[in-house]
């Protein structure tokens, strides 16, 4: 079974910086290609943020984004982390962890992804 755990949301204020993390935890080895992080917020589908390709350490950011987060990833760890920084009362949300268990093209959307984690929630106050 292959878990992926999140950790680090809570509730901040704007113009303030917030790290997420993500672990791959599973009874066997299991190598993730790509890790992400989508996000949803009430009455809206689950939208992309940022992806880390494991293999080339190639990152893509969502426009909204780009420029104030930084995604990084660990392949000792099979973790991925999310660096928020000038946090926006936009970005409040439940952040979604997810990763690729097999090579994917389709890394910038949800079918990319077959593993994801529970949820955890940002919440950005003015």
């Known amino acids: 079974q292959v878990k992926l755990v999140e950790s680090g949301g809570g509730l901040v204020q704007a113009g303030s910086s917030l790290r997420i993390s993500c672990v791959v935890s599973?009874?066997?080895?299991?190598?993730?290609?790509?890790m992400a992080w989508f996000r949803r917020t009430p009455g809206n589908e689950r939208e992309f943020v940022a992806t880390?390709?494991?293999?080339?350490?190639?990152?893509h950011y969502a426009d909204s984004v780009k420029g104030r987060f930084t995604i990084s990833g660990d392949v000792a760890r099979s973790a991925v982390y999310l660096q928020m920084n000038t946090l926006k009362p936009d970005d409040t949300a439940i952040y979604y962890c997810?990763?690729?268990?097999?090579?994917?093209?389709?890394?910038?959307?949800?079918?990319?992804?077959?593993?994801w984690g529970q949820g955890i929630q940002v919440a950005v106050s003015l």
């Open positions: 997810a990763g690729a268990g097999k090579p994917t093209y389709y890394f910038l959307t949800d079918e990319g992804y077959d593993n």
């Open positions: 599973s009874d066997y080895s299991l190598p993730m290609y790509t």
């Open positions: 880390f390709l494991f293999d080339s350490g190639t990152t």
